[in-house]
């Protein structure tokens, strides 16, 4: 079986640390990211099979980075989950174009279903 990809952009060290174990130890290839403005070169570079973005990243924002991805064509089918704090992440969600949403402080659990979900790996 080959192994999924996931790109995860998050400013915070712990949360990437966090992340990039759970998925790691579930099988999946991690790379992460601290900035988010050169998104299409990292997309590009490992071809992500699913991306975690973070709102609140520099240099342009996860709506922003999110919004920069779909409107790729040769990267807009990546699909994309949102995590953030923020109250409204929903409407965030939608603006950036993101294909579903965490809250943070996230249940592990959820996001690893949204993940395997959107990966093609749901259902044990």
Partial sequence: MNSRKILIFD??????EVLGIIF???????????TSHDI???VS???????LMDN???????VEATRLLKSSEEFSNVPVIYITANNDIAALAEE?????????PFDIDELETKVA??????GE
């Fill in 24 to 34: 790691d130890e579930a099988g999946y290839e991690v790379k992460i990211s601290e």
């Fill in 40 to 42: 299409l070169e990292k």
């Fill in 96 to 104: 950036a174009g993101a294909d579903d949403y965490v809250a943070k």
């Fill in 45 to 51: 570079a490992f071809r992500p099979d699913v991306i």
């Fill in 117 to 122: 979900a959107l990966t093609g790996q749901g």
């Fill in 11 to 16: 400013d915070d060290a712990t949360i990437l």
């Fill in 56 to 62: 609140w990243i520099p240099d342009i924002g996860g």
